[in-house]
Nanobody, 117 residues
Framework: VQLQASGGGVVQAGGSLRLSCAAS????????MGWYRQAPGKQRELVAA???????NYADSVKGRFTISRDNTKNTVSLQMNSLKPEDTAVYYC????????????WGKGTLVTVSS
C-alpha cells in the first residue's frame, strides 16, 4: 500500500490548511492512521492519530486547532489545521499502522507546511 499526502503550502499565521492522505488500497485494515511532522533540526513528532474505531489522539500543541478524520470509503485520512502558527511549520507525513505480532508501518512522502508570521 502506498500513501500519498497532499495539501501542504504556505499560509499566514491564523490561517487554515487541509492535508489529505490517499492510500493506494483499502485503509480499512489499518488499525491506526496518523499524521507526523518534522521541523528543521527537530525530531519527527506525532501530530494526530485516529484508530479504526474513530478514536483520536492529538499532540497537546495542536489540540483544539487540528482535527483528524478518516474515510474508509474513499481510503483517505485528512488533517484539518486551523489557527495555524509559525511553529506549525514542518514537513507533515502520513502514517498507517497494522497491528500484529510484528507491527507494519507505512509512510507517505511528506508535504511541506509553511506558516508565515
Amino acid at each position: 500500500v502506498q500513501l500519498q499526502a497532499s495539501g501542504g503550502g504556505v499560509v499566514q499565521a491564523g490561517g487554515s490548511l487541509r492535508l489529505s492522505c490517499a492510500a493506494s488500497g483499502s485503509i480499512s485494515s489499518f488499525n491506526i492512521m496518523g499524521w507526523y511532522r518534522q521541523a528543521p533540526g527537530k525530531q519527527r513528532e506525532l501530530v494526530a492519530a485516529i484508530n479504526i474505531g474513530g478514536s483520536t489522539n492529538y499532540a497537546d500543541s495542536v489540540k483544539g486547532r487540528f482535527t483528524i478524520s478518516r474515510d474508509n470509503t474513499k481510503n483517505t485520512v485528512s488533517l484539518q489545521m486551523n489557527s495555524l502558527k509559525p511553529e506549525d511549520t514542518a514537513v507533515y507525513y502520513c502514517n498507517a499502522v497494522v497491528l500484529g505480532i510484528i507491527n507494519k508501518n507505512y509512510w507517505g512522502k511528506g508535504t511541506l507546511v509553511t506558516v508565515s508570521s
